[in-house]
């Protein structure tokens, strides 16, 4: 059974960092790209960042480009979202993803992250 679990998420002050973690199991995880999304209250979840299979390649959304950084550690089996200057717009739920063939996208329960003074 896939299963992911986040975890990291907080109450930080403008300008502050914060580093999700993305725990995986029940998947070849060096097999797969991962995957972070957000949704914000009353909007839709968007991708904010996701990373090729041995971390050769990442892509970040527009907003967040220069501030979160993708990494992933393939013996541990956990990906990590790196967010600094964080700003009150980065305030969502943040949910990591994947996408296993036979078994769909899986997403994790989410961690709230708020920016705010």
């Known amino acids: 059974q896939v299963q992911l679990v986040e975890s990291g998420g907080g109450l930080v002050q403008p300008g502050g960092s914060l580093r999700l973690s993305c725990a995986a199991s029940g998947f070849i995880f060096r097999m797969f790209a991962m995957s972070w999304y957000r949704q914000a209250p009353g909007k839709e979840r968007d991708l904010v960042a996701s990373?090729?299979?041995?971390?050769?390649?990442?892509n970040y959304a527009d907003s967040v480009k220069g501030r979160f950084t993708i990494s992933r550690d393939n013996v541990k089996n956990l990906v990590y979202l790196q967010m600094n200057s964080l700003k009150p717009e980065d305030t969502a739920v943040y949910y990591c993803?994947?996408?296993?063939?036979?078994?769909?996208?899986?997403w994790g329960q989410g961690t709230q992250v708020t920016v705010s003074s």
């Open positions: 993803a994947v996408a296993v063939p036979g078994a769909g996208t899986t």
């Open positions: 990373i090729s299979t041995f971390g050769g390649s990442t």
